[in-house]
């Protein structure tokens, strides 16, 4: 019996999912519902590396002898201090006859699922132990309910690999803004997005106009990351404001926000984005540094009668969504290119 | 000049909002917009006292000697772990002349805004460091933006404390369940609550009815809390499990909720409620508890397709709602009573 969401594949401790396990199992023999993947790059997370290159003070090679020893003890890469994994691209090598993910043997893919609850073993590799990409061979398992995005031909593999990591948030976004489209009083809902430079910014913009936003404000730390905003013209508006100043956020924003999509990844940005945020509007939360009590606390203080959302990080449809943003709007994609060339 | 969010009472950090503040100026005198309270007695956060409490191994003298410690040094009740504070009820002492919040001296108030963002003075106390109830004089400050219900001269003060204490969560709730009504498959939305016995939960249990749900399921830990939580009433279905072992509390609710309400008060509920929730479903987060992340990275991991709401403690007409539900669902006011007792 296999369980949609790994459980047959946790050896301890008992009874928890697979991100919550000391160890899985990571024959290559595959369930009827799993894929196994041959693998051929992980992509670690870049909190993970930074703590066992500092950890080993830069030693590539004993990074890399503590990667081995994590996957192979533990059956993913899955590092114990940060909590964190990152993701794997790879070719599909055997499909289980009732698989739902619709993939079949040759097809390129990166999953979207974290190496944090993935079962793997790394055959040999040519890693230095010096960067976060990890050129190996071996096996990773995908469950029924996994996902894994098939890389697009048409796209440099490596701006694929980025915009498929944040793709959650530009589906949400434009899932929200369609909700209240009609619905808000003109017209469409007006958009605010903090961080708007970024990669999950700058998404999340083109998925708001793409959606039907009435307008929409970017809100960037710098006048170089303004400059950079204002000539992809993603935004109606660019302002400049530091999105842990609730004060100046709101001020920057002016006319409050229907539709508030926090994309900033450092902590505190939680009360600015309430703010300048109107009453009956939303805020989405996709940075990781946010935080919950934060979150809740600050809009009961405020007496902001505000809808506040996790963000989600699996839509379905979402990387699909994202990759064509990015083919359709030119804008995007050269901020991303930008970023992958800095 | 004043702040109607409090802004020139915040010493340290300059520039953050009260609640994010690490000390507030506590000082009685009160400007123009502000309302002094003559405290009567704190209700600390549920999730901040049992932190408190397991920390000091149940030491009573240890745990009243921290939180007096705390609002000495912060200028507020604002638990540095656990991010929460709680409520606080007494009798308003003066009001500045431009206040907005339409009390008048005389007038005895429960504040339904966090002891995290509220300037508060501890003068003495005779509380025993068990209980949540924390009997004590001194004197808080509220803002132009704060909010504060006049208690009923109906029921009991302890009792519309605990009430107006956990006010948002039926509030929001039956909101949640209002917007699904008829949208849903069968009639109404499921609606699943964890932390069914306890005070936020039991009056959610009461809103998904009263606003329509078409059946209801309580999870308790315990079979203690089952025969408490069947005695009253209050669902459709009981059922425990532990609300920290995901598979359990799928397997217990069965078919997934529409709406699943988290009310449980201790870290690790996130994977389960989304577990137990249907594809398309909601899912309320209340409990203070909360781990942003690991909501986050839950539903992605599990490619669940579910909103996931931060409890926003604050909705329009809340107190009221909460309080007449109390008055006409006597199953939730006896287990208030009950817990009050006990």
Redesign the interface.
């Known amino acids: 019996m296999t369980s949609p969401?790994g459980?047959h594949r946790v050896l301890a401790p008992a009874?928890?999912?697979?991100?919550?396990a000391e160890r899985l199992d990571a024959r290559p023999e595959i369930g009827v519902d799993e894929v196994r993947i041959a693998v051929e790059r992980l992509n670690l997370d870049a909190a993970s590396f930074r703590q066992l290159s500092e950890k080993h003070g830069g030693d590539g090679d004993a990074v890399r002898a503590e990667v081995l020893e994590i996957v192979g003890r533990r059956g993913k890469m899955h590092n114990p201090v940060t909590g964190s994994g990152g993701m794997l691209i790879g070719t599909v090598d055997e499909v289980g006859p009732e698989s739902p993910l619709g993939l079949k043997p040759g097809d390129r893919v990166a999953t979207?699922?974290?190496l944090?609850?993935t079962p793997l073993r790394i055959a040999a590799t040519t890693w230095d132990g010096r960067g976060e990409q990890v050129p190996c061979t071996g096996h990773a398992i995908l469950f029924a309910?996994?996902?894994a995005a098939v890389l697009p031909a048409d796209l440099d593999p490596r701006l694929a690999l980025a915009v498929l990591d944040v793709c959650?948030a530009p589906a949400l976004t434009a899932r929200v803004v369609r909700g209240l489209e009609g619905g808000a009083p003109h017209g469409g809902p007006r958009v605010a997005v903090l961080g708007a430079a970024g990669k999950s910014g700058s998404l999340s913009l083109a998925a708001a106009r793409d959606a039907g936003a009435a307008g929409t404000t970017g809100v960037v730390r710098d006048e170089a990351e303004a400059a950079l905003l204002r000539g992809a013209g993603l935004a109606d508006r660019v302002v400049v404001a530091d999105a842990?100043?609730?004060?100046?956020v709101a001020a920057a924003v002016g006319e409050p926000a229907d539709v508030t999509v926090v994309c900033v990844d450092v902590p505190?940005c939680e009360?600015g984005a309430i703010?300048a945020t109107a009453a009956g509007g939303t805020v989405i939360?996709f940075s990781?540094a946010?935080?919950?009590?934060?979150?809740?606390?600050?809009?009961?203080?405020?007496?902001?009668?505000?809808?506040?959302?996790?963000?989600?990080?699996?839509?379905?449809g979402h990387a699909g969504y994202a990759l064509d943003l990015v083919r359709k709007v030119s804008a995007v994609r050269e901020l991303f290119e930008g970023r992958l060339s800095a």
Chains 1, 2 share one sequence.
């Open positions: 969401v459980l009874g928890v999912l697979p991100q919550a979207l699922v974290s944090t609850l309910r996994s996902v959650g842990r100043d609730p004060v100046a505190g009360h703010l939360f990781m946010t935080s919950f009590a934060a979150a809740a606390l600050g809009a009961e203080g405020l007496a902001a009668d505000v809808t506040m959302l996790v963000g989600n990080g699996y839509v379905p």
